[in-house]
């Protein structure tokens, strides 16, 4: 039985070839996704709200192609959001004879750029710049019905143009900046100094965007947990730009600014901070960003019959299924792509750079069937110079600039 929300509904009603679907994190876009792809091919809207399942055409359907990320594929996460409409990338479960579903990631997008007449489901936001993601994008969407999925569409008008173009607005991207991008005459590379024609750009996203509205039943529950740090080797790096750990002289802005996160985030108090939470939740999931805080909390001291797992860029462990357990997930590997509905707890050991990947991380335990009411997260930090500035950057929903921040 299929059954979706009013506002699931409502988004299918407006959406069409070549849209962005939006919708915060675990809003269900891909089971919205899969039910426009049904109703494309036949399908019945009763079956959408509970009602009987009616087959689509099967003589007129086409195939459908499913471009995610590595860990959604491997997962298997989206044969579950097919199940209800009794669709499989595996052909003996799939009940439709006359086509095929394929579930790929990003990375093997170029394979499938002599598709025709098929349908793409593009899953989270990869198609910006001019690479080769965004030119097999460009080349699939010429031959094809497609949708993209995205929590996040887009920070600058430039994020847009690949799907600008998709959609016709415009012949290439060399057309796009000439009508509306100024760039800075101050620098030695090409920096948008600012945009022109704003008004059609915001008519043209509009006319493609379609924003899915849902009230989350849950309560997030955001608590910043300080922590101390060494003051006296926080000021003497700031001072001699000279690095501990390997005794050599630190070379750039970004040198230093990873040493001062790595006195700051290698703190005993940090690591205590942890033990104490971790006491009053069991099953937690904690994300970090550099291998040295990996090994920090590897090192740990849980307690008897505790499960450590990892999801990184060397293991992929799946999420434990004992009574108590740590999940140790780094940002860049595993902020978005996956869901878990066995906590209501997230530590961030320290902050991510990123907004947006601030955002996905939070959302790996919001989802739409997490059995819980309060979820709560757990920011780990201190009164450092870097983390408060990072800090600042994230409240202002923005990216933390290492240049900005140290004057070389």
Aim: hydrophobic share 35%; net charge neutral.
């Amino acid at each position: 039985m299929i059954t979706l929300f009013d506002y699931q509904i409502n988004a299918i009603n407006q959406m069409k070839n070549g849209c962005i679907l939006c919708g915060g994190v675990g809003s269900g876009k891909s089971l919205t996704a899969l039910a426009y792809y049904y109703l494309q091919n036949g399908g019945d809207e009763n079956s959408l709200v509970g009602g009987t399942y009616i087959p689509m055409d099967d003589l007129n359907i086409k195939d459908l192609y499913i471009v995610t990320t590595a860990r959604k594929r491997d997962t298997l996460e989206w044969e579950g959001e097919l199940s209800p409409f009794l669709l499989s990338s595996n052909s003996e479960i799939d009940i439709y004879s006359n086509h095929k579903v394929v579930i790929d990631s990003w990375n093997h997008i170029g394979k499938y750029t002599d598709v025709t007449n098929a349908f793409f489901i593009f899953d989270e936001q990869r198609v910006v710049g001019s690479g080769v993601w965004a030119k097999s994008f460009l080349k699939i969407t010429k031959s094809n019905n497609w949708v993209l999925l995205s929590a996040t569409p887009g920070d600058s008008w430039q994020d847009y143009i690949p799907t600008f173009i998709a959609n016709g607005f415009y012949k290439n991207r060399t057309e796009f900046i000439m009508e509306h991008v100024i760039f800075s005459r101050f620098t030695k590379f090409p920096k948008v100094d600012r945009y022109v024609g704003t008004g059609k750009l915001i008519r043209l996203r509009n006319s493609i965007l379609v924003n899915m509205e849902f009230k989350r039943e849950t309560v997030a529950h955001h608590e910043d947990i300080y922590v101390t740090y060494s003051v006296e080797k926080y000021k003497e790096a700031t001072r001699s730009r000279w690095d501990f750990y390997k005794n050599e002289p630190i070379q750039n802005a970004s040198g230093l600014c990873y040493i001062l996160r790595k006195i700051v985030n290698s703190d005993q108090s940090r690591q205590t901070a942890i033990l104490e939470i971790f006491e009053k939740h069991p099953k937690v999931i904690i994300f970090y960003n550099f291998d040295y805080e990996l090994e920090i909390l590897k090192n740990l001291d849980y307690g008897e019959n505790v499960e450590i797992a990892e999801w990184n860029g060397h293991k992929h462990q799946p999420i434990p299924k004992s009574k108590n357990w740590a999940y140790l997930v780094q940002y860049t590997a595993g902020c978005e792509g996956w869901n878990c509905t066995e906590t209501d707890t997230i530590i961030f050991y320290s902050q991510n750079y990123s907004y947006k990947v601030m955002t996905q991380a939070a959302g790996r335990i919001d989802r739409l069937n997490t059995p819980f009411t309060d979820l709560y997260y757990y920011h780990l930090k201190s009164r450092s110079g870097i983390d408060l500035a990072i800090s600042k950057s994230l409240k202002d929903k923005k990216n933390f600039n290492e240049s900005r921040f140290v004057k070389w």
